[in-house]
């Protein structure tokens, strides 16, 4: 059931995700995200989730997931892992989630974003956004975004969730709120290493499984 957020609920939102600083204990390792130098993306797709979508050339890695009973002409939410090489995106996490919020600014009717989360994590610059665009003009649908962004050495890594709603007054949001909170929790537990003691890896639980979103 959607529900108005208050100010109260952004500001439960807001704690959730600014503990992204804090690594996860069950954070998994997997291997597949590793890239050339080491670099590992500790994330994983939500079991049983379809992959509909992946590019990978020299410079750009995209993984697109949706739910196992949605269709991918006509998805509601949707979970993506990006990377982009640091030589030819020079932007730093904040510049990329702002120019995200300018490109919202002229395919929305209405838009609000909120900062949830900038600083270190790791050791590598960070930065978590919520977005609301009311009415994308080219589906004619809401939309609610949680981007986490975090510059790597070697690449500009982005994880986002996309949410499609019906239009909405972005004034007086409806967000799902255990929706949100679930989310929140996933992206807090996603973070990035290369196992140096300055960007330290953790050690995987015994019989984890090891299920992961391929940088490669």
Request: glycine share 4%.
């Amino acid at each position: 059931m959607n529900i108005s957020l208050p100010p109260v609920v952004l500001l439960c939102l807001i704690v959730l995700l600014s503990s992204c600083a804090s690594r996860s204990d069950n954070a998994t390792e997997t291997p597949d995200t590793k890239n050339e130098t080491g670099e590992r993306l500790l994330a994983a797709p939500p079991k049983d989730w379809v992959n509909i979508f992946q590019l990978n050339n020299d410079n750009t890695r995209l993984t697109d997931f949706i739910p196992p009973d949605q269709s991918k002409g006509d998805w509601s939410t949707k979970l993506s892992f990006e990377a982009h090489t640091t030589e030819v995106l020079s932007l730093d996490p904040i510049e990329l989630l702002f120019s995200e919020a300018e490109t919202d600014q002229s395919r929305c009717n209405r838009v609000r974003h909120y900062n949830i989360f900038s600083g270190l994590e790791n050791n590598y610059q960070t930065s978590v956004r919520l977005f609301l665009c009311g009415e994308n003009t080219f589906t004619n649908r809401g939309e609610i975004k949680l981007i986490k962004a975090i510059r790597g050495n070697d690449y500009l890594y982005s994880v986002r969730i996309a949410r499609r709603t019906p239009p909405f007054d972005v004034n007086e949001e409806e967000i799902p709120k255990e929706e949100v909170a679930r989310w929140s929790t996933y992206l807090r537990k996603i973070s990035l290493c290369d196992g140096s003691p300055g960007h330290p890896c953790p050690q995987p639980e015994a019989g984890a499984e090891s299920q992961g979103y391929s940088s490669q």
